[in-house]
């Protein structure tokens, strides 16, 4: 892990960062000396990682599918610290379910929480972002190579590439970055003990320009990266964290 000493201090915002990519991320933001503010839905979670962390761990339980809360969550944040240095929008629920099987219900409910809860942390984020915080929403690989069962997932990650893309144009006076991160098949301990099989991990390391299977640690570098002013005249942009799946 790389080592970025401006970000010792700085307030840091995480959504979903109980488990998974959101849990390597806290854990790399704090070891840089960030405090870290993140939010999920799993408390026991939650908890049991911020009382590991100790001090600079704050963990708030958050629906972000209910606006008041992220509303409370974020304002109490920013009265407890003064401002916020980087947002980190991360939560999401990839779900696999037939086209012809999907509800209006599961199309909303899908919508509010992997797309609607990040225009509105961004929201309720921008009047207390720091001149040169750093946005960093969560798209997904699958946009790319468009799996099936999860057509309204990829509609989601599509929906926070033009969210990015366009509040980097918006907030980029106050030089703001907004850029987004597109993961590859991370392996997570939920994707190994849902999804991934022993065949594709084989197809993987056949697809990918580089055979090792991606870590979620190996993403939270890449967010550092885009928090830290090493990125400073990045915005805008897309990352695909993916050993090249997607390459050519």
Same mark, same amino acid.
């Given at each position: 892990m790389a080592t970025y000493a401006e970000l010792a201090g700085r307030t840091v915002l995480i959504t979903g960062g109980a488990n998974g990519i959101g849990q390597a991320m806290v854990e790399a933001f704090h070891v840089q000396g960030a405090t870290v503010s993140f939010c999920d839905m799993d408390e026991a979670g939650g908890k049991r990682l911020a009382? /590991?962390?100790?001090? /600079? =761990?704050? &963990?708030?339980?958050?629906? @972000?599918? /209910?606006? @008041? %809360?992220?509303?409370?969550?974020?304002?109490?944040? =920013?009265?407890?610290?003064? !401002?916020?240095?980087?947002?980190?929008?991360?939560?999401?629920?990839?779900p696999?379910?037939? #086209?012809?099987?999907?509800?209006?219900?599961?199309?909303?409910?899908? &919508?509010?929480?992997?797309?609607?809860? *990040? #225009?509105?942390?961004?929201? %309720?984020? !921008?009047?207390? @972002?720091?001149?040169? =915080?750093?946005?960093?929403? &969560? !798209?997904?690989?699958?946009? #790319?190579?468009?799996? %099936? %069962?999860?057509?309204? *997932?990829? =509609?989601?990650?599509?929906?926070?590439?033009?969210?990015?893309?366009?509040?980097?144009?918006e907030l980029g006076s106050r030089r703001i970055r907004v850029n987004t991160i597109s993961p590859g098949w991370i392996m997570t301990d939920r994707q190994l003990d849902e999804h991934v099989t022993p065949a594709i991990k084989r197809e993987l390391r056949k697809i990918q320009c580089i055979p090792d299977l991606n870590q979620p640690d190996e993403v939270a570098d890449v967010a550092l990266f885009l928090a830290s002013d090493a990125s400073r005249a990045v915005t805008g942009q897309d990352i695909l964290v993916d050993r090249g799946w997607r390459h050519g």
């Open positions: 009382k /590991r962390l100790a001090k /600079r =761990a704050e &963990f708030t339980k958050v629906n @972000l599918l /209910r606006e @008041l %809360e992220i509303k409370r969550w974020i304002a109490k944040v =920013a009265k407890r610290h003064g !401002s916020i240095d980087v947002l980190i929008n991360n939560a999401a629920r990839d696999r379910i037939k #086209f012809e099987d999907v509800s209006s219900k599961d199309w909303d409910d899908l &919508f509010a929480g992997n797309l609607r809860a *990040y #225009f509105l942390t961004c929201r %309720e984020a !921008s009047p207390h @972002l720091a001149k040169g =915080a750093s946005v960093i929403n &969560f !798209s997904s690989i699958t946009r #790319f190579n468009g799996p %099936e %069962e999860m057509s309204t *997932y990829v =509609a989601t990650k599509a929906g926070a590439i033009g969210l990015s893309r366009s509040l980097a144009r």
